[in-house]
């Protein structure tokens, strides 16, 4: 078998390293290491990935913490002022009328500096 003439081979290799090199101007352009807008946005991503799994740690801690030294009720919660959990007060039942009743004999019995702001009895105030 004959070798090419040396001025093929030339071509050739010049060919192939041209192919080569617009190949990989080509990936280089293409590559999200090299594209500087991809980069952060996937950094960005990362970070906030993070952020989100350390502060769910941070909030199921402090929940575990609350409901076994406390008696109160609490729940995990996003907050404007960076608090983790946030307590939950029951809602109770309005009273009764005969317990009002009650309620404003007993603040009618107190001395006037006892009673309510305003010196209402509690049906004044509801």
């Known amino acids: 078998m004959a070798s090419p003439a040396p001025g093929v081979q030339n071509k050739n290799r010049v060919a192939i390293l041209a192919d080569l090199d ?52 609490f729940i995990t919660q996003d907050s404007s002022f960076g608090n983790l959990i946030l307590p939950v007060l029951p809602q109770l039942d309005p009273p009764l009328p005969a317990e009002l009743q009650n309620l404003n004999k007993y603040t009618a019995e107190r001395p006037n500096g006892l009673k309510a702001a305003g010196g209402h009895g509690v049906t004044d105030q509801l």
């Open 22 to 73: 617009k190949e990989k101007r080509h990936l280089t352009h293409n590559s999200p290491m090299n594209n500087p807008g991809a980069r952060p946005a996937l950094n960005k991503a990362f970070r906030d990935h993070t952020e989100q799994q350390r502060i769910a740690a941070q909030q199921e801690a402090a929940l575990q913490h609350a409901h076994a030294h406390s008696s109160g009720f």
